[in-house]
């Protein structure tokens, strides 16, 4: 059985250039806020997997899409968390809803995490509205996904939504 893990609140302050998560605070090299939401990019010291982030804040869909760039071969293209997102002023927020899918881009997708979801709502983290939000939403995007045949910009085109990265070699 999953440990419960109360919910990871993160702030992205666009003043001070910080992403604030439950493990720390780290500075971020790029925020570009955009029609949808809010790009961020920034290292990853001393991760034994991951070197460097990209991410997109978009608070209509509830999403944040998610690119990590390895030490090693890409274990998937994107991971997308369920996340209310919101701003105030420079200061993004994110509450994560504990659901997450990875996107392998035109092969597959898969929810991954419900067990940290149903820990979280038996532990009293999360009421169960919150834990239904999350599955329907979850749902949601993997079904869109598989109707576009796992293309994540084909789908986010379908919402009216278009992202842009920072090339690997950028992103170093």
Same mark, same amino acid.
């Given at each position: 059985?999953?440990?419960?893990?109360?919910?990871?609140?993160?702030?992205?302050?666009?003043?001070? @250039? #910080? !992403?604030?998560t439950n493990t720390g605070v780290?500075?971020?090299s790029v925020y570009r806020e955009h029609a949808h939401g809010l790009f961020v990019a920034r290292e990853f010291v001393a991760h034994p997997?991951?070197?460097?982030?990209q991410a997109h804040l978009l608070p209509d869909l509830g999403l944040v899409v998610c690119r990590?760039?390895?030490?090693?071969p @890409? #274990? !998937?293209?994107?991971?997308?968390?369920?996340a209310t997102v919101t701003?105030?002023?420079?200061?993004?927020?994110v509450h994560d809803h504990y659901l997450d899918l990875?996107?392998?881009d035109g092969i597959a997708a898969e929810i991954v995490d419900t067990d940290e979801l149903l820990a979280a709502h038996r532990a009293g983290y999360i009421t169960a509205e919150t834990c239904m939000n999350a599955v329907i939403a979850a749902h949601g995007v993997l079904s869109g996904l598989a109707r576009a045949r796992y293309d994540l910009h084909a789908w986010l085109g379908t919402r009216g939504v278009?992202?842009?990265w920072l090339p690997d070699s950028v992103a170093v």
């Open positions: 059985m999953q440990a419960a893990e109360p919910v990871k609140i993160e702030r992205h302050d666009l003043r001070t @250039r #910080e !992403h604030h780290r500075p971020v997997r991951i070197r460097h982030w990590y760039d390895f030490h090693g @890409r #274990e !998937h293209d994107y991971y997308l968390d369920i701003c105030e002023g420079e200061v993004w927020s990875l996107v392998h278009a992202l842009e």
